[in-house]
């Protein structure tokens, strides 16, 4: 079964013990860990990730790759694999019985770099991760490095590291345990890891099948083939099928798996034509917790070791590769840049903030597919029955909220409004929006800004800057992080401003996006989250940001 | 302030009590159940005030678990 080869990566000898600790060590290269190591590396930081085995994740996991992730991705530079090889989609369907009620559409209008969604196997995404690391002097991948204990002081993290030639130890000035639900780094210390526990069962068969179905996401409640539950299918790479069949509480596992079960429903799905092999087959249910603290002195947690949600909505590995993303840039200013470790502190309250937000979903979505008392599947079903002939009651059916960005609305390095003047527009805290944009040659808003400090100024004609003030802004620098200065115009009318990089709002999103007027400003963070914005170029206002950024908070 | 008219607000009062209880006429336990949680979501969505609708719900949760 299974048409991937799955790839042997090589072991490696430990090294000889070295007297200074490692800058970062990373427990786990799943999604969350390798995109945390590549990112480190493109800001100069060098990690060494340890994995206990030497290849991808086993079976299938997660498919559902949001754009946030590709857009991170695209700097790190695996998205265009990803995209190649995957199935790109943005419109999801759910059907009620035999009938259409309700389509959604998640890029509803043009001028994104990236889909909403691709859809392609774990195993395949962290297969062009590790090959991307490998190519990268400043990561240290060791397969077959094994963490078995962990230790910590004020300053420092220490593991024991188990490997076929013996044990070893290992001292790192910060350690991120990216190793999964079961985090042996988190057992380690024992630290809780609390949340809800679902009885549902569900059954994955991933199966090889030609098809002509649509690039959509199709969900069914009460399907002729399956008429007591929900179905969830998805296409893949390869031609591979993803179905999803909710089985309920009192299902036997024994049974469901027995292949002539599986393909008793398959055919009634697909009807007495189709052919199809056997990809992937599994059994689960699910839960949803987090930790209390993703950041434990030196020991800090990202991705499904920090927390899990269920797979409804695509949350779990787009919400850890987001994890990466807020703290690559962080440790990176607090290595290179001796910034606080007050910086990680915000790092753990933003992260949480947000994984308590995917729970929140994930978990209303859950309690519509799967009610869990009798009032609440009376109410799941008056809306399903509604919703042919009601609008409104199609925009209550939740088969899944899909993977957003998560807003930071309370973070200490949010800087307050200071004008009351803002219509629809990214507030601090917020993910800044693509847009399409002409420089020499056409990028996109997330090329311009990302992975570095932006400062976005908005003009009608480049001329409106001032050359002082251009001037004053370009002497802004934020350590060894870079800063980009984007001067974003309706109309270039001058020439070049040293130190700027003049782009112009080809469709008019830029600024229609951000709600943007002549002197506009927003100072974005490397991972592309607004952090202050001004009806007014103040280069003072935007000195102090950056301070703040760099000071994990106000001063 | 409070936003749920909890006054008289209907004009015939007992025409609208009993179109509610007749439109039940002939249907199971069940199937009440199933129209009574429609007819929720229908007014709740007609309201639209997330403030009265609380208020709404707190009042009824009240009214049904009173003694
Ligand atoms: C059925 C299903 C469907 C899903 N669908 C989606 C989806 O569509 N979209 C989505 O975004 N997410 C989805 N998810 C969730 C997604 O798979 C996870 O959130 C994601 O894998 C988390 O990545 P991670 O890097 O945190 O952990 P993992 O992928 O679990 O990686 C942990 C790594 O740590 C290593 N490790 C563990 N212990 C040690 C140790 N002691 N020493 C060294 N190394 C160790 C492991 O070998 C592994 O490589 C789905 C999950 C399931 C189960």
Redesign the pocket.
């Known amino acids: 079964m299974g048409s991937y080869t799955y790839p042997r990566y090589p072991y490696r000898k430990p090294p000889p013990p070295g007297d200074a600790p490692v800058p970062v060590a990373i427990?786990?290269?799943?999604?969350?860990?390798?995109?945390l190591a590549l990112d480190l590396a493109l800001k100069g930081v060098p990690s060494v990730v340890?994995?206990?085995?030497d290849t991808?994740?086993l079976g299938?996991?997660?498919?559902?790759?949001?754009r946030r992730?590709l857009e991170i991705w695209h700097r790190l530079g695996v998205a265009e694999r990803v995209v190649a090889k995957g199935v790109t989609w943005d419109t999801g369907e759910v059907n009620l019985r035999d009938r259409p009620v309700y389509r959604f559409d998640l890029t509803p209008e043009p001028g994104q770099r990236f889909p909403a969604f691709v859809?392609l196997q774990?195993y395949y995404c962290?297969q062009y991760l590790v090959e991307r690391c490998l190519e990268q002097p400043l990561v240290d991948l060791r397969f077959r490095?094994?963490?078995?204990g962990v230790g910590r002081s004020a300053d420092r993290a220490y593991v024991d590291?188990?490997t076929p030639d013996g044990n070893y130890a290992l001292t790192a000035a910060w350690l991120v345990a990216?190793?999964?639900?079961?985090?042996?780094?988190r057992r380690a210390l024992d630290l809780p890891f609390e949340g809800e526990v679902f009885d549902d069962q569900?059954l994955?068969a991933d199966i090889r099948m030609r098809t002509a179905l649509p690039n959509v996401r199709k969900f069914w409640f009460h399907p002729p083939f399956h008429p007591e539950h929900s179905v969830l299918l998805?296409r893949q790479a390869d031609d591979v099928l993803?179905v999803?069949f909710q089985l309920g509480r009192g299902a036997d596992p024994e049974i469901e798996k027995k292949p002539e079960n599986i393909d008793r429903r398959l055919r009634a799905m697909f009807g007495p034509d189709a052919a199809w092999d056997h990809e992937w087959i599994?059994l689960?249910t699910?839960s949803c917790r987090t930790m209390r603290r993703y950041v434990e002195g030196r020991v800090v947690f990202?991705?499904?070791?920090?927390h899990?949600?269920s797979?409804f909505?695509?949350?779990?590995?787009?919400?850890?590769?987001a994890?990466a993303d807020n703290l690559g840039w962080k440790l990176a200013a607090v290595l290179r840049d001796g910034a606080p470790d007050s910086l990680i502190g915000t790092y753990g309250v933003e992260r949480l903030a947000a994984a308590r937000e995917n729970i929140r979903q994930s978990t209303r979505s859950t309690d519509f597919i799967a009610p869990k008392f009798p009032a609440s599947r009376v109410f799941r079903d008056a809306t399903l029955a509604l919703a042919h002939d009601v609008p409104f009651a199609r925009a209550l059916v939740n088969s899944g909220r899909l993977?957003r960005p998560v807003a930071y609305e309370t973070s200490p390095l949010n800087i307050a409004d200071t004008s009351t003047s803002w219509g629809v527009a990214p507030a601090p805290g917020a993910s800044f929006p693509d847009a399409p944009l002409d420089g020499n040659g056409p990028t996109s808003m997330i090329e311009a800004v990302a992975g570095r400090f932006a400062i976005v100024v908005f003009v009608e004609r480049t001329g409106e800057l001032s050359p002082e003030v251009a001037a004053a802004i370009a002497a802004l620098d934020a350590g060894s992080l870079p800063v980009a200065r984007l001067l974003v115009t309706r109309d270039i009318d001058s020439p070049d401003f040293p130190g700027w990089t003049i782009l112009e709002d080809i469709g008019n999103l830029a600024f229609r996006r951000c709600d943007a007027r002549r002197f506009t400003t927003f100072l974005v963070r490397p991972d592309q989250h607004v952090a202050g914005r001004w009806r007014r170029i103040d280069p003072a206002a935007l000195a102090d940001g950056l301070r703040r950024l760099l000071a994990g908070g106000p001063a | 302030m409070s936003g749920l008219k909890t006054d008289l607000n209907l004009a015939r009062p007992d025409d609208v009590y009993n179109a509610i209880v007749d439109a039940h006429k002939g249907l199971s336990p069940a199937q009440s159940e199933a129209m009574n949680a429609a007819l929720v979501l229908l007014l709740a969505n007609h309201v639209g005030d997330e403030a009265v609708i609380a208020e709404a719900l707190a009042a009824a949760r009240r009214a049904a678990t009173k003694e």
């Open positions: 427990v786990g290269a799943g999604l969350v860990g390798l995109t340890l994995d206990e085995d991808v994740s299938s996991r997660s498919i559902c790759q949001a992730t859809n774990q962290e490095h094994k963490v078995v590291v188990e990216c190793d999964g639900v079961r985090s042996s780094v569900f994955i998805h993803r999803d599994s689960y699910f990202a991705g499904d070791a920090a899990v949600v797979p909505g695509a949350r779990g590995g787009n919400g850890g590769v994890d993977s």
